[in-house]
């Protein structure tokens, strides 16, 4: 089986290609990619920055090159559920988008996860209570390149998965703010939330190490996840 794995940042690949083989570049249009053979699927891996135009962009340029059988929208999420913990693994089972909504399938076999609708938007989601709106409309975690990637793998009438691991809790707001240093690039400038950061240190720079702590533990788990996982 070909696999077409969509993420926004390689950190979010880190943990799969350490289970991967053969990986090696592609000659992808995008911001990152690499092929590789995955137990006995073959891979193409794309990071192409965040937000569902980024993401769209990634399967158009990837489906230039890679006939996929299907199509992984794979990162990290926010919690709306009360009882997911950091890098919990959450399998969609719906995408919900400003737009409408998107079907998205469960693997054939998987290891221990919680499945439910996962709420794609154009920003981050910043503060508790923003979450608990979110979550009484049904959702029970939160992203924002999803959508991107279930409409396009809608429009090419391909099965479409959403595999996401948790970064941050329902319970938490966050204090440096993302949304403010999103370049169109699809990128955050590292230099802006750092020099907003140490306006506020005591509070901010540490939330940025525990997130990036968090993130790479939550790699290591979704990779492990989608390398035991039966599509």
């Keep these: 089986m070909k696999l077409l794995l969509i993420a926004s940042d390689r950190m979010e690949f880190q943990g799969l290609l350490r289970r991967c083989e053969q990986a090696r570049r592609a000659a992808l249009s995008v911001d990152w990619s690499r092929l590789a053979r995955l137990g006995d699927h073959d891979v193409l891996l794309a990071a192409n920055g965040v937000g569902a135009r980024r993401a769209a962009s990634a399967v158009e340029a990837a489906s230039a090159i890679f006939a996929a059988d299907a199509i992984v929208s794979l990162g990290f999420c926010g919690a709306l559920a009360p ?20 079907a998205a399938q469960l693997p054939a076999a998987a290891p221990v996860h919680r499945a439910g609708t996962v709420c794609s938007l154009d920003h981050v ?6 979450k608990r709106g979110l979550h009484a409309a049904g959702s029970i975690a939160v992203e924002m390149e999803a959508a991107g990637a279930a409409a396009r793998a809608e429009a090419l009438g391909r099965p479409f998965y959403c595999i996401k691991a948790v970064t941050d809790l329902a319970g938490e707001s966050m204090a440096n703010d993302f949304n403010s240093a999103l370049r169109p690039d699809g990128h955050f400038d590292t230099m802006e939330i750092l020099r907003s950061s140490l306006r506020h240190p005591s509070v901010r720079l540490p939330e940025l190490f525990r997130l990036r702590k968090r993130c790479l533990r939550a790699s290591e788990v979704l990779g492990d996840f989608v390398a035991d996982c039966r599509f």
């Excluded at 989601?125 to 923003?130: D, H, S």
């Design 83 to 102: 009882e997911l913990g950091v890098a919990d693994i959450v399998v969609a089972t719906g995408i919900a988008a400003g737009d409408g909504s998107f």
């Design 125 to 130: 989601a910043r503060t508790t209570e923003e």
